[in-house]
T-cell receptor, first 115, second 113 residues
Framework: EAQVTQNPRYLITVTGKKLTVTCSQN?????MSWYRQDPGLGLRQIYY???????DKGDVPEGYKVSRKEKRNFPLILESPSPNQTSLYFC??????????????FGDGTRLSIL | GNSVTQMEGPVTLSEEAFLTINCTYT??????LFWYVQYPGEGLQLLLK?????DKGSNKGFEATYRKETTSFHLEKGSVQVSDSAVYFC????????????FGQGTRLTINP
């Protein structure tokens, strides 16, 4: 089954304790992206990757890091989490080729609470 | 920059009512337009899309038409069901072949039996 898998689904942690949210896709997609969802703001892009070893900032990258060492994996790293990073996070992937309007496939989300 | 504006929610309707969720956009060039749906506890799923002016996207009884003259992509359904209760997001990708999605703020829809 084609899917994007995120782990963990839920995490409560404390300020300053490094954490990693993993994301893996089994569709051989080149493009992967992280979004955060906050009430009234919709989803905003944090970082994206066009292919292995190619990453770039989205609209709200401060406080986050990513890596793309393998095509299927795109972990999101919070080196020193703060309460304003409490949010619902989504990983997504899509093909790069095939014309306009390639749909993105989303994981089920990770709810992070930073105390 | 590119942006998407959706009608404010939440929206509450009775089963079999007609649904419209308004969406307008600001973008340079010719964006691709999407509606995504988020059911409780799940990620976003593509509902429908349109990639050029006057295209109509449709799926599961939902429709939306790409109107370049009014920069709109309103979502409609003739007869909603309780199972349509979800959060709906209008979104666009900015230029041909680009993947970055710009989302509206989402509209929560509740259908009462």
């Amino acid at each position: 089954e084609a899917q994007v898998t995120q782990n963990p689904r839920y995490l409560i942690t404390v300020t300053g304790k490094k954490l990693t949210v993993t994301c893996s896709q089994n569709m051989n997609h080149e493009y992967m992206s992280w979004y955060r969802q906050d009430p009234g703001l919709g989803l905003r892009q944090i970082y994206y990757s066009m292919n292995v070893e190619v990453t770039d900032k989205g609209d709200v990258p401060e406080g986050y890091k990513v890596s793309r060492k393998e095509k299927r994996n795109f972990p999101l790293i919070l080196e020193s989490p703060s309460p304003n990073q409490t949010s619902l996070y989504f990983c997504a992937s899509s093909r790069r080729t095939g014309g306009a309007g390639q749909p993105q496939h989303f994981g089920d989300g990770t709810r992070l609470s930073i105390l | 920059g590119n942006s998407v504006t959706q009608m404010e929610g939440p929206v509450t309707l009775s089963e079999e009512a007609f649904l419209t969720i308004n969406c307008t956009y600001t973008a340079t060039g010719y964006p691709s337009l999407f509606w995504y749906v988020q059911y409780p506890g799940e990620g976003l799923q593509l509902l429908l899309k349109a990639t050029k002016a006057d295209d109509k996207g449709s799926n599961k009884g939902f429709e939306a038409t790409y109107r370049k003259e009014t920069t709109s992509f309103h979502l409609e359904k003739g007869s909603v069901q309780v199972s349509d209760s979800a959060v709906y997001f209008c979104a666009l990708t900015g230029i041909q072949g680009a993947q970055k999605l710009v989302f509206g703020q989402g509209t929560r829809l509740t259908i009462n039996p």
